[in-house]
């Protein structure tokens, strides 16, 4: 069984006296360690398509799968469990600091709701810090953070739950492409240590292109790219092979 | 025709057949056609789809103007092997500079969908949904073979090599948005009939 699995979710949004529909019995696996791209246009449907998968929005029919529990049919606290603790993290590139704050204490907040005091979420703080290649900015406060280092705060802000699953939505296109490119290395490292799954949906292609598994979304649907077809034999050869064997 | 025009025309011409001449020209030293394959497809990328087939005929052309010597490769031992090894003449550097100075064309549109599109009928619409699919898959395989190879910046070749790779991203990112356009566009006129025909 596949680690996350969205089965047949369609989700429609009113639009004037009718509906706009955004998603159309649309299904996909992911599996631990799986690295995923999935392109579209904008207002194709991948902020939503994230959002469901991750369990912020219910779909209008369909059904989610997390660890081999239906999340669609989760209560509202449980569902909210699982953003936390070994569950599902959603990074967003529109992440703003809300107090200013050095960045170690953003990325402790999510444990101090879980329970911990400051002093006891410094060091899984710093350990995410690391992990995002971002330690050395732990002290600087957030508004004085560049756009790029900013957004490894919030990913360390999210990996210090250790989710199995990273859902990153359009992660920006950042000034220096240079700093682009390590940011989407990082990101596929992440997965390849740890067997933690990343999905990543973009406008740009910079960001997936060196994605394990690469699909489209357009008209509410998910196209695969390594999904062939069914190959059809030439009938000719295919009874001239029949014919020579015995 | 003075000698300097022949060879602007012969540095004119595919570029492929440039690429060859800089390669034979830059390394100084004769090349087998296979190394200068290997040589030609890591520069250019992956996306160019450069044949060993059309890299021999490349080269036989240029030999027949004049631009590049073949002789059978040499062993230390001054035994001719079978193999043929390629050199840049005395008329390839000036082949080479013309070629870089010439100005550069938009080269005319002739993506095979295009064509099947703008000659289509409305009920070829279902084929050509599938054959959007089918190219859409083909943009998403390039990608993915154009970034295997990655070349660091830092030096003039690696510049080069990653403005080629970024070239082929652009123009891969323009072909999906146009499949997403087609698909939708077809996909909405499709609807529009099939309601007309239900009222």
């Not at chain 2, 190394?35 to 027949?64: C, F, H, I, K």
């Amino acid at each position: 069984m596949s680690l996350l699995s969205l089965e047949h979710l369609t989700k429609r949004f009113p639009e004037g006296r009718g509906h706009t529909t955004v998603l159309e019995d649309l299904s996909l696996q992911v599996d631990a360690g799986d690295f995923v791209g999935i392109w579209g246009m904008r207002r194709s449907g991948k902020t939503t398509l994230l959002r469901v998968a991750a369990g912020r929005e219910l779909p209008d029919q369909g059904s989610v799968w997390f660890d081999g529990h239906e999340m669609t049919s989760m209560s509202p606290d449980r569902r909210a469990a699982l953003q936390r603790r070994n569950g599902i993290g959603l990074l967003s590139s529109d992440w703003r600091p809300e107090r200013n704050n050095p960045a170690v204490e953003h990325v402790a907040l999510p444990l101090l709701s879980d329970g911990m005091s400051l002093h006891e979420a410094r060091h899984p703080a710093w350990k995410a810090l690391e992990r995002v290649g971002a330690a050395q900015w732990a002290h600087v406060p957030a508004a004085r953070l560049s756009q790029s280092e900013r957004i490894r705060v919030a990913l360390a802000q999210i990996l210090v739950h250790e989710p199995r699953v990273l859902l990153v939505d359009e992660p920006a296109v950042l000034p220096r492409p240079s700093d682009g490119a390590e940011l989407f290395d990082l990101l596929r490292s992440l997965g390849g240590s740890s067997g933690l799954a990343v999905v990543i949906a973009s406008e740009d292609i910079a960001p997936i292109r060196k994605a394990r598994r690469l699909m489209s979304l357009g008209s509410g649907k998910l196209r695969p790219s390594d999904e062939r077809g069914t190959l059809v034999p030439f009938p000719e050869r295919t009874a001239a092979r029949k014919r020579s064997q015995p | 025709m003075p000698q300097g025009t022949s060879d602007r025309r012969h540095a004119s011409g595919s570029p492929l057949r440039g690429a060859l001449l800089a390669l034979l020209v830059n390394e100084g030293e004769p090349l087998s056609g296979y190394r200068l394959a290997t040589l030609v497809e890591r520069r250019l990328g992956p996306a160019w789809r450069v044949t060993r087939q059309s890299v021999y005929g490349a080269l036989e052309r240029l030999v027949e103007d004049g631009l590049v010597s073949s002789a059978a490769k040499v062993t230390f031992q001054g035994v001719a092997e079978g193999q043929r090894v390629y050199s840049a003449t005395d008329r390839a550097s000036a082949a080479l500079e013309a070629w870089m100075e010439s100005p550069a064309t938009r080269e005319p549109m002739r993506v095979e969908l295009q064509a099947r599109i703008a000659l289509s009928r409305a009920h070829d619409a279902p084929h050509l949904l599938r054959a959007l699919d089918a190219y859409e898959r083909d943009c998403f395989e390039m990608l993915r073979r154009s970034s295997e190879t990655e070349v660091p910046m830092g030096s003039w070749v690696g510049l080069a090599m990653n403005l080629t790779r970024v070239a082929v991203d652009e123009s891969l990112q323009a072909d999906l948005r146009w499949i997403a356009l087609a698909r939708r566009w077809i996909e909405e006129f499709l609807a529009e009939r099939s309601a007309q025909q239900g009222r």
